[in-house]
């Protein structure tokens, strides 16, 4: 397999992003469910930022009834195909940015070429990115965008996930070597509680190697289509395919780089409760209990 990482580390930044042909998509990076006012803007912002010049492409994926005006929210395509004036949804991007247009629930959207009001990182250049809509539910909406996705590599982000530095390079790295993998776990709040997590995730990954999805897992394009993707099944979707991954007989190469995650749920919920929480739920599904089973006695108990 071509070295695709070290083709770009002799390249600065903007150079590969004014040379690459539209068709050049080395990582496609997929979102699910981002409806959050500003947070696509931010987004973007943070890839442009950790991608070290490879090419890469965004896809959204929202769900069905959710994409557009007349879902009643703020969502991505509103927040993202505002004019030069910056009507849309406020606090997105700072004034005077400008953007391309796109379609009600499918088609290409450009990010803004501005400074996100939300975010640290300038916009230097467009980010190239598809907003499309998808049934509900997390494993479809990530197959939706595996299909839809150009790139060699397929990375898979939660919406409240950063990536850590030369993000794309130490996964294409991995993936020379391997055909999946995922970053290490790190949660963003200083508390000791959060440090023991990490360590207890940190363990599972090694014992299991089956990471989380919110440890944006990566893969292959063709070998994640080979697997056919995510089970559609309501929850576990990421430890499912592992598993059948590492049934299979091929490694699963978890990186020593660490995401950033947000604590929200742990200070939403409990941070006990969800922790005994997932980890039932990983037990009971390890068990044998059906995904859909654990679906409904997730959504009964969620804080």
Known sequence: MTNISAKYKTL??????SAMPDDDVVVSVIVPVLHENGVAAA???????????IPFELIIVCAEN???????????????TKTESGAG???SFASGAVCAGGRQGHGDVE??????QTANAVLTSSVRSI??????????QMNAGAAAAKGAYLLFLHADTRLPQQAFTFMAEALERVKAGAFGLSIEDDGLYFRFVERIADVRNRLTRTPYGDQAQFFRTDFFHALNGYADIPIMEDVDIMRRIRRGGHAVE??????ATSARRWHKEGRLYCSVRNVCLRTLYALGVSPHSLSRWYRAHRG
């Open 12 to 17: 600065q930044k903007d150079e590969v992003h």
């Open 131 to 140: 907003v499309i809509s998808a049934p509900k539910g997390r494993a479809r």
């Open 254 to 259: 978890i990186l020593k780089n660490r995401v």
């Open 89 to 91: 949804c406020s606090g």
């Open 43 to 53: 987004l973007g912002a943070h890839l442009l930022h950790v991608s070290c010049g």
């Open 66 to 80: 959710y994409c557009g005006e007349n879902s009643g929210k703020p969502d991505t395509l509103s927040c993202n």
């Open 111 to 116: 990010f803004c070429a501005g400074k996100p």
